[in-house]
C-alpha cells in the first residue's frame, strides 16, 4: 500500500490512528506508531484560551519524543479562536492541524462544536477558512474530520467536502456515521465513497474498521486513500501491523508472543506514569490494562482486581506477575475475533 503526503509530510503508510479523547496521547500515539501506524492524530485541543494553561491541555499538547509528522487536533466555535489555536499549537510544535467536526460527543455538540457545525454549513466553512489562513504562513497543511452529516435526512458531508477542499483543507477524513448515530450501529461507506469522488485531495475512511478484512474491503468499496482506526485499538495497538501485512500479503500475521505482549503493555504503563503521575496515571491506566486482558483467560477478575489498586508501582507488578502466569498458560495471545466485524463486512459485500 502506497504512502500519501500531507501538505509536505510524506507518511510511512496509509494506516491511521484516530484521535479519541482520553485515549491518543503521546504514549499511545508513540506505542502504535511503533507497532504499525503511520499517522496519529492528538487528542482533541480547545480553542478556549483560558484552557491552554490546565494541566488536561498541557498533556495533550506534550509531543516529547514523538517522531513526526506532529498532528494536534483543535475544536472550538469560533473561527478566530479557532484560527488563534492553530497558531499557538503550530509555535508549540504541530506539524499538521487537524479540525475536529467529527465528535459525536454531547458536552461538545451543545456547545456547537464538534460535528454540532455540520448543522451550520457556513460557520463550518468559515472555521476552515481561518484556520488554513492562520497555518499558511507556517506552511502548516490543515486537514478535517467530520462524519457523514448531523442526521439520516441530513448527510451533507460531499457537498461540505467540496467546499472545504476549495478553502484549502488538505485532507478529508470521515466517520461513516451520522452525529445522531453516536457509535450505535454500523458505520455506511456510500457517503465516504461519494466524498472520494467528489475532491482531489486525499479520503480517509473510518468506522468500523476491525480487521484486516474489513479495511481491505473498506479501502477497495469507497476508494479511500487511507484508512483511520480507533477503538479496534484499544488494547491492540498492533492491529496496524496485522493490517500493513495482511494488505501487502493476503496472510494473516500470527497473534503477538505473551512475552511480547508484556514488554509492551509494561513499558506502555512506563510511558503512561511518566506522562500523568502517580495519582492520575494509577488510575488512567486502568482503562488501557482492562482492554489489553478483556479477551484473556481471567481478564475480568484481574481487571476488577486492578481497580483496587491506587499505587503506580504496584498496579505494575500486578500487570507483570498476571503477564508472567499466562506465559505459562501459553505461547502466544488468542487470535482476534470481530463477530459483529464479519456481520458488517457481508453488509458492505452485499
Not at 504514549?27 to 487528542?43: D, I, N, T
Not at 467530520?146 to 472545504?164: H, I, P, S, Y
Not at 498496579?315 to 505459562?328: C, S
Request: with cysteine; net charge neutral; hydrophobic share 40%.
Amino acid at each position: 500500500m502506497s504512502a500519501l503526503r500531507i501538505g509536505q509530510h510524506t507518511l510511512t503508510n496509509n494506516l491511521f490512528v484516530a484521535p479519541m479523547a482520553g485515549v491518543t496521547d503521546r504514549p499511545f500515539r508513540q506505542l502504535c506508531k511503533a507497532l504499525g501506524a503511520g499517522y496519529a492524530v492528538s487528542e482533541m485541543v480547545t480553542s478556549r484560551k483560558d484552557l491552554w494553561n490546565s494541566l488536561k491541555t498541557s498533556r495533550r499538547a506534550n509531543h516529547a519524543g514523538e517522531p513526526g509528522p506532529i498532528a494536534v487536533q483543535i475544536a472550538g466555535t469560533d473561527a478566530p479562536m479557532m484560527a488563534e489555536a492553530a497558531v499557538y499549537n503550530i509555535e508549540r510544535g504541530a506539524q499538521i492541524i487537524d479540525i475536529n467536526m467529527g465528535c459525536p460527543a454531547k458536552k461538545v455538540c451543545n456547545k456547537w462544536a464538534g460535528s454540532a457545525l455540520m448543522q451550520n454549513e457556513p460557520l463550518a466553512v468559515e472555521i476552515a477558512q481561518a484556520v488554513v489562513e492562520a497555518a499558511r504562513p507556517y506552511n502548516v497543511p490543515v486537514t478535517l474530520k467530520m462524519r457523514t452529516g448531523w442526521c439520516d435526512a441530513e448527510k451533507n458531508a460531499v457537498k461540505l467536502a467540496t467546499q472545504f477542499e476549495e478553502v484549502g483543507i488538505q485532507m478529508l477524513t470521515v466517520h461513516g456515521r451520522t452525529r445522531e448515530q453516536g457509535y450505535k450501529g454500523f458505520a455506511e461507506y456510500d457517503t465516504i465513497a461519494a466524498v472520494k469522488q467528489a475532491v482531489q485531495v486525499p479520503v480517509v475512511a473510518n468506522g468500523d474498521i476491525t480487521s484486516p478484512e474489513k479495511a481491505r474491503d473498506v479501502l477497495a468499496y469507497t476508494g479511500a486513500d487511507a484508512v483511520m482506526i480507533g477503538r479496534a485499538a484499544q488494547g491492540r495497538p498492533w492491529i496496524f501491523r496485522e493490517i500493513g501485512h495482511f494488505l501487502a500479503t493476503g496472510e494473516h500475521m500470527a497473534p503477538p508472543l505473551v512475552s511480547e505482549l508484556r514488554q509492551l503493555l509494561l513499558e506502555h504503563l512506563q510511558d503512561h506514569y511518566g506522562l500523568y503521575g502517580e495519582l492520575t496515571g494509577v488510575r488512567s491506566a486502568r482503562k488501557h490494562i482492562a482492554w489489553y486482558v478483556r479477551t484473556l483467560p481471567g481478564g475480568e477478575a484481574f481487571r476488577k482486581y486492578i481497580n483496587t489498586i491506587e499505587d503506580c508501582q504496584a498496579q505494575w507488578q500486578a500487570v507483570a506477575d498476571y503477564l508472567d502466569q499466562l506465559g505459562l498458560q501459553m505461547e502466544r495471545l488468542p487470535y482476534a475475533t470481530n463477530g459483529a466485524d464479519e456481520q458488517a463486512i457481508e453488509e458492505l459485500a452485499a
